[in-house]
């Protein structure tokens, strides 16, 4: 019994030194948001998670495909693609919905999932979001706990659930 004991041991040793070993890689989110508040928010409903995660803001959708595509600004940027992005559908320059069909429609970033998060209500743009392969549309609760509770359950599903390209 004392071997055996020995031997897991040691097992349980070998892997929490392999896994110690590996680095652990942030997820990357992009949130493309013009709103301060809402800015702060998210962010702050991200500090609260249990991920470790890399979020970056774009405040237009000019901005947001800029970052994407290292254009502009962005030309020398060495920073990976978003894991997953979060995309307000009224953007100052392109819009959100112009914004999704534009990430769709590129082969380089069209893996990517988008979460259409936005205040929202209309059909119209709920129809719209999804003919465009929006991967799925959250209108943003108005009450800060809503709020916080929504990013919780979008990372539960995003980062637990869903099994990602590259993770």
Same mark, same amino acid.
């Given at each position: 019994?004392?071997?055996?004991?020995?031997?897991?041991?040691?097992?349980?040793?070998? &892997?929490?030194?392999? &896994?110690?070993?590996?680095?652990?890689?942030?997820?990357?989110?992009?949130?493309?948001?013009?709103?301060?508040?809402?800015?702060?928010?998210?962010?702050?409903?991200?500090?609260?998670?249990?991920?470790?995660?890399?979020?970056? !803001?774009?405040?237009?959708?000019?901005?947001?495909?800029?970052? $994407?595509?290292?254009?502009?600004?962005?030309?020398?940027?060495?920073?990976?693609?978003? %894991?997953?992005?979060? $995309?307000?559908?009224? #953007?100052?320059? $392109?819009?959100?919905?112009?914004?999704?069909?534009?990430?769709?429609?590129?082969?380089? #970033?069209?893996?990517?999932? !988008?979460?259409?998060?936005?205040?929202?209500?209309?059909?119209? %743009?709920?129809?719209?979001?999804?003919? #465009?392969?929006?991967?799925?549309?959250?209108?943003?609760?108005?009450?800060?706990?809503?709020?916080?509770?929504?990013?919780?359950?979008?990372?539960?599903?995003?980062?637990?659930? !869903?099994?990602?390209?590259?993770?």
């Amino acid at each position: 019994m004392y071997m055996a004991d020995s031997y897991l041991a040691r097992i349980r040793y070998e &892997t929490a030194r392999e &896994t110690m070993s590996t680095e652990v890689k942030p997820v990357e989110i992009l949130l493309a948001e013009d709103r301060p508040g809402d800015v702060a928010l998210t962010k702050r409903a991200f500090e609260k998670g249990k991920l470790l995660y890399h979020l970056t !803001v774009t405040s237009s959708g000019t901005e947001t495909l800029g970052y $994407l595509r290292k254009e502009g600004m962005y030309a020398n940027s060495t920073a990976p693609l978003p %894991d997953l992005i979060l $995309l307000d559908l009224n #953007l100052p320059g $392109l819009d959100g919905r112009e914004v999704l069909a534009i990430i769709k429609s590129d082969d380089r #970033l069209s893996y990517i999932p !988008v979460i259409v998060l936005t205040m929202s209500q209309e059909e119209e %743009d709920i129809w719209k979001a999804y003919k #465009l392969q929006a991967n799925c549309y959250v209108i943003k609760p108005i009450n800060w706990r809503d709020f916080m509770n929504v990013i919780a359950k979008l990372e539960e599903f995003w980062f637990t659930i !869903v099994r990602l390209p590259g993770r």
